[in-house]
């Protein structure tokens, strides 16, 4: 069965804090990790990662895929309020077809 | 329409009712999924499809039917809801190239 496990579950920082989301999976047919930013309602999109690695930067958020140890981890610098969200991290499957395995998500709440 | 629709935006239902959640593309994805997001249990996959005319089980579908007579829409039956069903229910398609998986607004459903 395949599984995706994120930890921690739930996380309280101060504005300008660092932050490490961890994100590990045991899966068949891996093709590529994602890591989503889940605020009110749908979730929006961050990063793709395939490689080993290589990380991927987009301002403050930066993430990296190790697929020797199987797992990844997304990074944010310099938190503000308005990171506080659930990160979500899904594992991209391939059977004649993407399908996407999730892990809980981690609740990030970031006071001023 | 940019992007993925949904609708209902929520509903509340009475245990036995049938119920059809609505999902729109206008990207010409191939691929199209129905989640399920429950508290502590992350996004789950109940069908899928990766192309006009083809659908497919997820990790959660019992309870569930889906159709693809097109490639624009995607819609979700409970054929007799019960309360175990009261979720809020993502729909998403798929980049091809990308992998990426675009997520609508969510149906907050109620099953009393």
């Known amino acids: 069965e395949d599984k995706v496990v994120q930890s921690p579950l739930s996380l309280v920082v101060h504005e300008g804090d660092t932050v490490t989301l961890n994100c590990s999976y045991e899966v068949t047919n891996f093709r590529s990790l994602l890591w989503y930013k889940q605020e009110k309602k749908a979730p929006t999109f961050l990063f793709m990662l395939?490689?080993?690695?290589i990380e991927k930067k987009s301002g403050r958020l930066s993430s990296i895929l190790d697929k020797k140890e199987l797992f990844s981890i997304l990074n944010i610098t310099a938190t503000q309020t308005g990171d506080s969200a659930v990160y979500l991290c899904a594992v991209e499957i391939w059977t004649s077809g993407s399908r996407l395995t999730f892990g809980e998500g981690t609740q990030l709440t970031v006071n001023p | 329409i940019a992007g993925i629709t949904q609708a209902p935006t929520s509903q509340i239902l009475a245990a036995g009712r049938r119920m059809t959640l609505r999902c729109t593309q206008d990207?010409?994805?191939?691929?199209m999924y129905w989640y399920r997001q429950d508290l502590g249990l992350g996004l789950r996959l109940i069908h899928y499809s990766n192309t006009a005319g083809t659908t497919g089980k997820g990790e959660v579908p019992d309870g569930y039917s889906v159709s693809r007579a097109n490639t624009d829409d995607f819609p979700l039956t409970l054929a007799s809801a019960v309360p175990s069903q009261t979720s809020v229910y993502f729909c998403?398609?798929?980049?091809?190239?990308?992998?990426?998986?675009?997520f609508g607004p969510g149906t907050r459903l109620t099953v009393l």
């Open positions: 990207m010409r994805h191939n691929a």
């Open positions: 395939t490689s080993s690695g």
């Open positions: 998403a398609s798929s980049d091809p190239d990308t992998s990426e998986q675009f």
